[in-house]
C-alpha cells in the first residue's frame, strides 16, 4: 500500500484538459485507488463505480470514458502504464532503502559488539593491574609491628646530635618549640626528629646564622633561660619543663 504517491500536475494537465469536471473526479479517484492498492484495478462495474462514488448515469458514463482513454483492459483488470512504471521505480527504491538501513544497523551492531568486547578487555586489564600492584605493594609494605616507630628525642639526645654536626642549633629551642606543637612538621606527626634537626641547621645557614624565632618567641625564651638559671643558681633541682 502507497501512503503517497506522485502527481505531475503538468503532465496531467496536458493529457486531461478536454475531460469535464466529473471525469476529472473519476480519474482521480481511479488514480488513487490504483496508487493506495499498489496494483491494476479491478474490471468489475460496481466495484469501479464505488471507488468513483458514481451513482448517477452521467457520472458512471464519465467513469467508462476515463478507464476507456487512460487505462487498458488486460484480463480481469485495468491497467495503468504510467502508474505502473512509477510503483515499481517506488518499490525498487524503498529496497534500497531498506537494505542500507539494514548494512547500517549491522555495521553499528557490529561496532557495538567490537566496542563492548575492548571495554571488557580494559576493564578486566585495569582490575588484573590493580590487584597485581596492591599486591606488589603489601609484599613490599613491612607489617605495622615491625615499622619503625617515631621516638621522642631527649634534650642530650638533641644536644649530641648537634655537638656531633656542628651546627650550633639550639636544642633546648629545638625541644619546646615541637614540644609545644604536639611533635608536628606542618600537619604532620614527626618521623625523623634528626631530619628535623637538619632543617633547622639549613634554614640558620642559609639566614647566615639568624635566629627564626619572633621576636616575642625570642623574648619568651631568654626569660625561660634566666628563671632556669636562677633556679638552679638558688639551689632548686627541679628544671622548668
Known amino acids: 500500500m502507497a501512503a503517497w504517491f506522485p ?7 496536458g493529457k486531461t484538459e478536454h475531460l469535464s469536471l466529473t471525469e476529472h473526479g473519476a480519474y482521480l479517484l481511479l488514480m488513487g485507488a490504483y496508487y493506495k492498492t499498489g496494483k ?3 474490471a468489475n462495474a460496481l466495484q469501479l463505480q464505488r471507488i468513483c462514488r458514481a451513482f448517477a448515469d452521467a457520472e458512471v ?34 529496497k534500497k532503502r531498506s537494505n542500507a538501513a539494514k548494512k547500517r544497523h549491522a555495521s553499528a551492531d557490529a561496532n557495538a559488539d567490537a566496542n563492548a568486547g575492548a571495554k571488557a578487555g580494559a ?39 648537634c655537638l656531633e654536626r656542628s651546627n650550633h642549633v639550639n636544642a633546648e629551642q629545638f625541644i619546646d618549640h615541637y614540644t609545644s606543637n604536639g611533635w608536628k612538621v606542618g600537619k604532620n606527626p614527626m618521623k625523623d626528629w634528626k631530619a628535623a634537626v637538619r632543617t633547622w641547621e ?37 628544671k622548668l619543663d
Do not use: W
Not at 502527481?7 to 494537465?13: G, K, M, Q, R
Not at 478507464?67 to 512509477?86: C, M, N, P, S, W
Not at 639566614?207 to 619568651?220: E, L, N, V, Y
Not at 625564651?221 to 633556679?231: G, N, S, V, W, Y
Open 123 to 161: 576493564k578486566a586489564g585495569a582490575k588484573a593491574y590493580t590487584t597485581t600492584t596492591t599486591t606488589t605493594l603489601e609484599e613490599k609494605m613491612p607489617p605495622a609491628s615491625k615499622r619503625k616507630q617515631f621516638k621522642k628525642p631527649t634534650l642530650d639526645d638533641v644536644h649530641g646530635y
Open 202 to 238: 639549613k634554614n640558620r645557614n642559609e639566614k647566615g646564622g639568624q635566629d627564626r624565632r619572633s621576636s616575642a618567641q625570642q623574648t619568651f625564651d631568654k626569660l625561660t633561660d634566666i628563671a632556669r638559671k636562677d633556679i638552679e643558681q638558688n639551689g632548686f633541682t627541679d
Open 61 to 94: 458514463c464519465a467513469m467508462n470514458n476515463v478507464l476507456k482513454e487512460f487505462f487498458t483492459l488486460v484480463g480481469d483488470t485495468y491497467v495503468h502504464y504510467r502508474i505502473q512504471a512509477e510503483l515499481e521505480k517506488s518499490n525498487d527504491i524503498s
Open 40 to 42: 491494476p484495478l479491478p
Open 7 to 13: 502527481f505531475y500536475f503538468t503532465d496531467y494537465s
